[in-house]
């Protein structure tokens, strides 16, 4: 079987951000490296959004950007503007076609189905894949989305609203998202921060149904794109000793948010950067406040669901360029300071010492 110098266990937004990020920076002249990913075909299947905190390499991939955004509760609406960083929205089928038509032209990248098929034996690994089915009693932030069309112009582009919790919350914390990409077309998403054992709550098409026609007000559309996912608010334990983890599985996933894209980034950055010696240089995290304010973030969560859309607005209620810097992990201390101080004292020293 043939060896290879690099092996990229999955070939999603990890594993091609990393391979990529390799490429450009020269790094596969001379060495060779396998993909390994199961998926017969690549096309359009996530959307990625994130505050544009730094530059990245696929604004090209982009389908929009916007600087308005909104946090909604039944009781109350707040507006935010941030022209210095920019929300974004990128077409996963884009970025596939991106990094793919880029990695074909090098004779020394293959793609396999499995890794029995080469051998890795001596290859540095990176792994994206997590290898067994995650504990659904955990908590997870669970979604489906649906990009659809009007007939007519409807929708404000110029303002996107982040989180709606104007809705149903069973007793667990729901919220609606909507990116307006055109005045006729938008994503709009369910998205829910829960276990993944109550299967009532998986009712999205019903959800979307409802929400599009009594709280957007629109009877007559059509669905062009439909996504779904199930992302783990918390970092499962790995066994691979031998694989650098990369991605979700490389607790590249700010548990608190969801967002992984810009973290994907930063990460693969850093190891193309060191990729000569490392073994020697510190793993990379997204930072060690970060990991200990999510967790109490989270048992809060777990805790009082009912309090949350109240936490999530108030959150929000300081400066555009301090929520935004904190929730992409570039926050200093008096914008942390900020934020905390904007949280219920009791339920979070509750949380802290528990």
Not at 85 to 96: A, N, W
Not at 293 to 300: A, P, S, T
Request: glycine share 4%; charged share 25%; aromatic share 12%.
């Amino acid at each position: 079987m043939k060896e290879f110098d690099y092996v990229i266990i999955g070939g999603g937004c990890a594993g091609l951000s990393l391979a990529y990020e390799l490429e450009i920076n020269h790094k596969l002249k001379n060495k060779t490296l396998a993909i390994i990913e199961n998926r017969n075909e690549y096309k359009r299947d996530k959307t990625w959004s994130f505050w544009k905190v730094f530059d990245h390499n696929f604004d090209d991939c982009v389908i929009k950007s916007w600087n308005n955004f909104t946090i909604n509760t039944s009781e109350s609406s707040h507006e935010l503007n941030s022209k210095k960083f920019p929300y974004q929205s990128i077409d996963s089928g884009k970025f596939y076609n991106k990094i793919n038509s880029m990695l074909s032209t090098n004779s020394n990248v293959s793609f396999y189905k499995n890794l029995n098929e080469i051998n890795s034996k001596n290859s540095l690994i990176f792994n994206s894949i997590f290898k067994k089915e995650l504990d659904k009693s955990m908590l997870w932030q669970h979604f489906q989305g649906i990009e659809i069309e009007t007939p007519k112009d409807i929708f404000d582009e110029e303002i996107i609203n982040l989180m709606d919790f104007n809705c149903d919350q069973r007793n667990d914390v729901h919220f609606f998202y909507t990116l307006p990409f055109s005045k006729c077309k938008a994503l709009v998403e369910t998205t829910w921060l829960s276990d993944l054992e109550d299967q009532s709550l998986m009712d999205y098409d019903l959800q979307l149904e409802n929400y599009i026609k009594n709280n957007l007000g629109i009877k007559n559309y059509k669905i062009n794109f439909t996504e779904k996912g199930a992302i783990p608010l918390f970092y499962p334990t790995l066994n691979n000793n031998k694989a650098i983890n990369i991605g979700s599985a490389g607790g590249m996933t700010r548990l608190s948010t969801g967002y992984t894209f810009l973290n994907i980034q930063e990460h693969s950055k850093y190891i193309v950067k060191n990729i000569e010696k490392i073994d020697e240089v510190k793993m990379f995290k997204l930072g060690k406040k970060y990991q200990f304010l999510d967790k109490v973030f989270l048992k809060v969560l777990e805790k009082h669901p009912e309090k949350m859309p109240k936490i999530f607005f108030n959150m929000f209620k300081t400066s555009s360029s301090t929520i935004i810097k904190f929730l992409s992990n570039k926050s200093n201390v008096i914008e942390d300071i900020n934020i905390i101080s904007r949280m219920p004292k009791l339920i979070f020293l509750k949380a802290l010492l528990n």
